[in-house]
């Protein structure tokens, strides 16, 4: 008869390395509008999303400009921050499709 012990063992193992991740799932869309309020409206309103000649012009360079503009603005937020400003400006103002 086989020992079920060390499959267990591995269950065991692999839910304690993704239980932070499940802990910490990506941010609200309230928590991205008061992260975008905190990071992003220190320097520019919502009317740069809308400007007639826009600066973002697909996902990925909404992702980059986002990225560059958190450097910038010396805000250094977590990747999954990033991600939920991110999708928030897309959802909100571009509906780019994401790539």
Do not use: W
């Not at 409206?41 to 000649?53: G, L």
């Not at 909100?92 to 790539?99: A, I, L, N």
Request: charged fraction near 25%; hydrophobic fraction near 35%.
């Amino acid at each position: 008869m086989r020992s079920t012990k060390p499959r267990h063992v591995t269950l065991g193992v692999l839910f304690v390395c993704l239980a932070p991740m499940l802990a910490s799932p990506l941010a609200t869309a309230s928590e991205a509008k008061t992260l975008h309020q905190k990071h992003c409206q220190r320097c520019h309103d919502d009317s740069i999303y809308t400007r007639q000649d826009p600066l973002v012009l697909s996902y990925s360079a909404l992702k980059q400009r986002v990225k560059l503009c958190d450097g910038v603005a010396g805000s250094h937020m977590p990747e999954k921050q990033l991600q939920s400003v991110i999708d928030y400006l897309n959802e909100r103002y571009y509906k780019f499709q994401r790539k």
